[in-house]
């Protein structure tokens, strides 16, 4: 009891150090399972570690094969989520360079690791390429916690965020397979056994995964199911369909999973993003406990195996010469900047799916009495450790010296997805600037990604968006919504991380009516609240801009357009195409070629000359 407490309170606070001090969590979780495990086995009296996972006779957690029972339904429950959160239309968006990340990169580092192990290691080639299909994964779980601290331009933030989302199932399925060939091919190797096994794997994981998937959105859709209980029946349900896949094919659960996943999350499921909460917080707690368990069931003599040069080796060609190669091919003829490609090609972690697919399948081969079995495991977690802790602690020095590191954040987030917003917003995009827009309302929001605007779901009073990597590079954040609360609880919430270069809110109906402060620099607008901003978008939906050649003629112009019931200024766009929210027009710096931004009706450019030239 006291060893099952000590990994579950020890997991919590591997997380809680990771969030800390911004590292990814598997970095404290598995040294901690070192620790506790084989490294403790080197200070106790007996020689014992502090936590055994497998019960020898005397102590333990798990007897028998109860471990890897327990290792396989929490990885398929981790993949599950995975697949929750892969979506057609936004893989269709990151473009070719991610599809040839996760094929022609992933068949590059497949093949090269596998030889690099044969010839290194002296693994035959079937064991070369099971450890080949297992570190081809990176993951989103080790590569968000690098990159959330990095500004970085939303392009390159967007590759290595969805290659690692993609690349999990894509390496966990790879890993399957082959071991497949090893468990059935024998010393035959690739036999007609093994092929059949092959496409039985894909045609059970598959079936039942859609089956599944259809069957449970059914049953959610035409609320079969109470609310309360709909999270325990999805997860008992992924349960269900991973052990009778598995019992149908052997090792085709995990693909179920995903492809289950994959369904709900690409379905119109009302309560998807409840669900998807759900499985968050469940993925953190068994990934807490499974990987303490793992990194304590290595024995010392396993990690003796791997202390020499040829591991070294191995791991200097999987991190400079593999990943580097895989991406440089894969993004050739991509608008990508070589310094952007250098970037991607240091980022490259492995995670949670290698780890714990390692542990399971290595396990499973010296039961087996796999020759050399006995290394896959230990090669596996020495990749994920190095490439983690050479990533957490260099990332950041490193996009300095290749020059992608933003020095100013000039994204913006705009609270609010309402028509006034989205014509902002499509002004902003059209000026080439990163917009992301932000609402609960999912109405709101489809009709700005159907203006081709980035815009996501959210609910600023729960959802924390500082793991949100594709805002890495946001430091301007407007409030415009209709509520003057959330207005003012975003700024508060949201402006110490995505606020560092401005934050602007729309001033509240009683403030307007009152008068009060208005040359508050907070104010988006100093003239119009949310109501008769909207009322000008709503008869006038359309963005112009008007030409001021110095300062003088820009303050009386903004005079003139702000007494005019037809017309809101916004932005003063410089020559350059910068533009600055109108907060203390006297301190622009205003020269030729520069314009007045505003909302609403258009104006005859020739009378607002002559009525400027009048008021001077």
Known sequence: MVELAGIIVLGILAQWMAWKFKLPAILPLILIGLLVGPISTLFTIDAQPYIQPIWDGSRGLFPGENLYYFVSLAIGIILFEGGLTLKRDEVSKVGPVIIKLISLGAVITFIGAGAAAHYLIGLNWQLSFLFAALVIVTGPTVISPILRNIPLKKDVSAVLKWEGILIDPIGALAAVLVFEFIRIGGDVGYSKQALMEFGKIILIGGSFGISAGYI???????????????????????????VQSDLFAHESGLLSVVVMGMFLGNSNLPNLKELLYFKESLSVLLISILFILLSANIELSDLMLIYNWQTAALLGVIIFILRPLSVLISTAGSPLKLNEKLFISWVGPRGIVAAGIASLFGSRLVQLEVPY???????????????????????????????????????????????????????????????????????????????????????????DLSGNIELSDVGYLLAL????????????????????????RLMSAEEKQKGLDLDNPEYFCSTHDYTMLDEV?????????????????????????????????LFLKRANGYLEVICDPKSFEVGPESALVYLGKPQDLEELGRAVKKKS
């Open 481 to 504: 919504t209709a509520s003057a609360e959330i207005n003012q609880l975003a700024i508060n919430k949201f402006a110490p991380t995505f606020g560092e270069t401005g934050t602007f």
């Open 373 to 463: 079995a006995e290394y896959i495991t230990p090669l596996v977690f020495s990749v994920v450790l190095v490439t983690v802790l050479l990533n957490a602690t260099t990332a950041r020095l490193f996009a300095v010296l290749v020059g992608v590191f933003l020095k100013t954040s000039e994204g913006i987030l705009i609270v609010g997805a309402s028509k006034v917003s989205r014509l902002i917003a499509g002004y902003l995009q059209k000026n080439g600037r990163h917009v992301v827009l932000l609402d609960s309302n999912q109405t709101n929001v489809s009709q700005a990604q159907s203006l081709g605007l980035e815009a996501f779901s959210a609910n600023i009073y729960t959802d």
């Open 216 to 242: 449970l959105y059914f049953a959610i859709k035409r609320q079969w199911i109470p609310h309360y209980l709909m999270n325990v029946v999805a997860l008992s349900t992924v349960l269900l369909v991973f």
């Open 537 to 569: 978008a709503r008869q006038h939906p359309s963005i112009q801009e008007a030409p001021v050649e110095d300062i003088d003629q820009f303050i009386r112009l903004l005079k003139i357009l702000s007494n005019n019931k037809d017309t809101v200024p």
